[in-house]
């Protein structure tokens, strides 16, 4: 089996090293939301929960659930358009 096998896309160093820029400014900016924020943003979309048991597990409603997702994600957008990503 080879080492390095070839995915079939053209990126360049350039390509590759926004990426890794886009993934640190976005890791930084999930660090620093506030814990329910990140929390409930994790359980949505990493964890593939659904509103209802996010509420269940964060011992909140599931209007207080949408609320912190919604601010993480218009925080992680932000830091998509800032670090020049797709918006």
């Not at 990140?38 to 599931?62: C, F, H, I, N, P």
Request: charged residues 25%.
């Amino acid at each position: 089996r080879m080492a390095y096998e070839p995915t079939g896309t053209t990126e360049t160093p350039e390509d590759v090293l926004h990426a890794r820029r886009l993934a640190r400014c976005l890791q930084q900016r999930m660090d620093a939301l506030p814990e329910l924020q990140r929390t409930a943003y994790r359980l949505l979309s990493q964890e593939g929960l659904s509103l209802k048991k996010a509420a269940e597990v964060l011992g909140t409603s599931v209007t207080a659930v949408k609320l912190r997702a919604h601010r993480a994600y218009t925080a992680l957008r932000a830091a998509v358009r800032e670090a020049g990503g797709a918006s």
